[in-house]
């Protein structure tokens, strides 16, 4: 039985990142928006680092919804392993052009495209990258001559980036030196706060239709503990504890279930080694 079953709720909440997830939109979401937005405003190249599960992805779905469609055309990548092909391949395709074999073919394509765009009143171009930490090494390099071209042709377009954190590790390295500081902004999104892990666990509820509170207070900041707030964590502890409540027949979740469940995982861990 769902969730949504056994508590009599109208849908499943902290259900994994459907189209029909409700945005929560914490501090650091905020103001990583305001920063995209000065991005984007200024033809430039960001990127946007944050933990596993911190929300990357579901913040960048949520910026390809807003960008006003009439205004901006956003080209939206999310590929393991990004190489320049798929890069040229992605981007040209969603451009209307047949794609080259060869990558100086394709990148010619685009320059040409880039270069016709410039200076009119047309869409402004947004290239947003999602799983970028992923990129391999030729299409970091890449970028470096993207930024170049982005400046040569009064910039057409902006590049927006969203990685884990060992993506900052890889633009360390001596050898992209020369991407990392042709970057116009770099921000961290790091977990909700231990109040916006409340805001965020009471909107969820709310939502699902739960007319009771459910969580204690004393839950919640267990799970903010164990979750240092990174929603796909708090998501999944929030469902545990919504089973073994259910199990217990409790109408209210408080420490003690948050504990079991960890408890549980802990034991799980160790069985498998
Ligand atoms: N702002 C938010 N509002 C509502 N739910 C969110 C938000 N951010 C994240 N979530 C929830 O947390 C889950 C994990 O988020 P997401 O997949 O965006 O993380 P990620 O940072 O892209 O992870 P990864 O590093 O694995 O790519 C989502 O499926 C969604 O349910
Ligand atoms: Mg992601």
Not at 21 to 35: G, M, N, P
Request: with cysteine; aromatic share 8%; charged share 25%.
């Amino acid at each position: 039985m769902s969730i949504q079953e056994i508590w009599g709720w109208s849908t499943t909440p902290f259900a994994r990142g459907s189209d029909g997830v409700v945005f929560f939109e914490s501090h650091a979401q905020r103001e990583a928006l305001a920063r995209i937005e000065l991005v984007i405003e200024g033809h430039g190249f960001g990127l946007v680092t944050g933990e596993v599960g911190s929300g990357k992805s579901t913040f960048v779905r949520r910026i390809v919804r807003e960008l006003d469609d009439m205004q901006y055309f956003v080209m939206y990548i999310c590929k393991a392993s990004l190489k320049p092909r798929d890069f040229y391949g992605e981007i040209l395709a969603r451009l209307g052009e047949s794609v080259p074999f060869s990558v100086a073919k394709a990148r010619k394509v685009w320059e040409e495209r880039a270069l016709s765009q410039a200076g009119r009143p047309d869409r402004q171009w947004v290239v947003l990258i999602d799983e970028a930490q992923e990129m391999s090494d030729d299409m970091l390099q890449e970028l470096r001559f993207l930024r170049n071209q982005a400046m040569d042709a009064q910039s057409v377009f902006s590049l927006i980036m969203t990685g884990q954190p060992e993506l900052r590790r890889r633009l360390r390295l001596k050898k992209h030196e020369a991407i990392s500081q042709r970057l116009d902004m770099v921000y961290h999104l790091h977990g909700l706060t231990q109040d916006e892990t409340t805001a965020y666990i009471r909107q969820q509820m709310q939502q699902a239709g739960a007319t009771l509170p459910v969580f204690s207070d004393s839950a919640i900041r267990a799970i903010y503990r164990a979750s240092q707030g990174l929603p796909r964590i708090v998501n999944s502890l929030c469902t545990q504890c919504l089973y073994a409540a259910a199990t217990k027949q409790s109408e209210v979740i408080d420490e003690g279930h948050v504990q079991s469940v960890l408890a549980d995982q802990e034991q799980q861990r160790g069985t498998a080694g």
